[in-house]
């Protein structure tokens, strides 16, 4: 019993800190293929200033729920900058749900397509939907994964935090 107990310890230490430890790192700049087929990076998209990376996929009732939030945040604080890039799971044989989804819902931000999860595993977005803010200058400010109604309140706390801490060093 003592020996599962420990294992189960162990996992759940791991577990901890895979997810927190990226909080204060910069972000690699991930080449990312959008849902229009233009191409970008990461790094790109951060020149005009902060960006909220959510990993989704349309079977995902938790993603669909926060997507009418940060699409809301990504029009609302674009002119500071800010951005939200969506980077979709689905499975390359589900890719057409993407785009007629997306067009269905008229959402603004910015979508990308990872059918194959190298970005998810990079950047350890497998658990959806997972929220990472990234500053101007590329580093991760703020990690979050899973949704529960109520919890855009913190999404867009953060915000805020990270857009106000940009135009006051500016």
């Known amino acids: ?3 599962y107990f420990f ?13 927190d430890n990226v909080v204060g790192t910069t972000i690699p700049d991930l080449k ?10 990461i790094h790109e ?12 996929a349309t079977w995902c009732k ?5 997507m009418r939030y940060l699409d809301q945040y990504h029009q609302e604080y674009s002119e500071q900058g800010f951005k939200v890039l969506m980077i979709n799971q689905d ?13 269905s819902q008229k959402h603004e931000f910015i979508v990308a397509l990872d059918p194959n999860q190298q970005i998810a595993k990079k950047l350890n977005g497998q658990v ?6 990234v500053d101007q200058d590329g580093s ?6 899973g949704y529960i109604s109520g919890e855009e309140v913190e999404i867009e706390r953060q915000i805020k935090l990270l857009i106000q801490s940009d135009s006051s060093e500016s």
């Not at 294992?7 to 997810?19: I, K, Q």
């Not at 990312?32 to 990076?41: A, F, Q, V, Y």
């Open 1 to 3: 019993m003592k020996k």
């Open 62 to 66: 938790p993603c669909k729920k926060v």
């Open 32 to 41: 990312l293929n959008l849902l229009d087929g233009e191409k970008t990076s």
């Open 7 to 19: 294992t189960f310890l162990f996992l759940c230490y791991g577990v901890l800190f895979a997810t």
């Open 128 to 133: 959806m939907p997972t929220l990472i803010l």
């Open 140 to 145: 991760i400010k703020w990690r979050h994964q």
């Open 91 to 103: 499975t390359p044989r589900s890719m057409g749900k993407v785009k007629s989804y997306i067009r």
């Open 45 to 56: 998209l951060l020149k005009d200033g902060p960006v909220m990376i959510d990993f989704w």
